[in-house]
């Protein structure tokens, strides 16, 4: 990488980092709010496993951004790319846990209440990290083999899912299976090439 692209991609990769911090910081708060004043609330167990699965997606998005440093060069559209996913992750965490409840009688009413903007932005999430995988070119998108479509199609349709379901089981089932399947992502990813 030349030394120009070297600098836009230390800039950029700085206003990345610090997005992602306020991201962290807004699920770490949330939680901590949570443990501070636990009977305030009504707690959701799908809501609080979307916050987990979050800092998970969070932790990945990171990594794989570190790693777009092999990006050769870089256009306005790249960059645009990049920022804007990660503006859209702060967003999903600033949704899960919102600076005022009065209004809801608990992370029930306001997750369910919310469930079209979170899933609709969840969905978009995925949609653009397949842009954002593209930066790479074929080569690398070859590499990721089947698992790679599939993933993102499956998360899609079940975000474009949640907006119309409000049922617990489902919306805990997803929950559940994403974090699973993340926690295994993560495993085979980036703890099996030690």
Known sequence: MDSDATKLFEHLQLIVTMILT??????LNGFARILAHPGKVK??????LWGFSMLLFLMNF???EFKLSAVKSWTFESCFLVLVSAIVHFLLCAL???????EYKGFDDYFISRRK????????????DA???????MDYINSL???YPIYILAYVGLCVASIFI????????????SLLYNISYFIRLYLGKG
């Open 62 to 64: 990171w990594w794989w």
């Open 43 to 48: 707690l959701f167990l799908p809501h609080l």
């Open 96 to 102: 899960l846990f919102p600076d005022q409840m009065e």
């Open 22 to 27: 306020l991201a962290v910081g807004r699920i």
């Open 166 to 177: 409000k049922n617990y089981k489902f919306h805990l089932s997803f929950v559940v299976v």
């Open 131 to 137: 842009a954002d995988t593209s930066l790479r070119g």
């Open 117 to 128: 903007w979170f899933f609709g932005i969840l969905a978009s999430c995925f949609l653009l």
């Open 145 to 147: 083999g089947i698992e």
